[in-house]
């Protein structure tokens, strides 16, 4: 029987998800849409991401990035949910940590909600529907900004 190393593999690339130590890059999704959050959990963990917290709204994404800070290194935010909007919780997080990315995830038509996030300090945003590419594209982007 052959094993993995009778075939070697001559596309070998790092995971998008792993850091130059080799240590997967951190992620907090907060979604109330059980679907999304799934979705991104795994687009992400695919590629070598940690997922180290979800949250259902913007109000426990907020207590959920207070309670593991500093060990989050972007977060992926709803704009529309219960409790507290995207657009709010990101507020409430850019006070606790000015160095906080987080990246807004947005419904088509709501580019008014969207500028405004950027304005606030998100670092990115991507649309729904989600597209794997995208997704990666954003996050990647985004964690290599410093």
């Known amino acids: 029987m052959k094993t993995k190393m009778d075939f070697p593999n001559v596309n070998e690339r790092k995971p998008e998800g792993l ?3 080799g240590k ?3 992620v907090l999704i907060v979604d109330d849409s059980m679907f999304v959050t799934k979705q991104i959990n795994q687009i992400l963990t695919s590629e070598g991401f940690e997922v180290v917290g979800t949250a259902e ?3 426990s994404g907020v207590e959920k990035y207070k ?6 290194d972007i977060v992926t935010m709803d704009i529309t949910m219960p409790n507290m909007d995207g657009v ?3 507020e409430k997080i850019m006070e606790f ?6 990246i807004m995830i947005s419904a ?6 969207v500028k405004k996030s950027l304005l606030l300090g998100a670092k990115n945003y991507i ?3 989600l597209d794997r590419k995208k997704v990666l594209e954003r996050v990647v982007m985004t964690l290599k900004k410093q």
Do not use: H, Y
């Open 108 to 113: 088509l038509g709501k580019q008014d909600l």
């Open 57 to 59: 709204d913007g109000l």
């Open 19 to 21: 850091k130059d130590d």
């Open 127 to 129: 649309v729904k529907p």
């Open 97 to 102: 940590d000015k160095e906080a990315k987080v």
């Open 67 to 72: 309670e593991l800070f500093p060990n989050v």
């Open 88 to 90: 709010t919780a990101l």
């Open 24 to 26: 997967s890059f951190r």
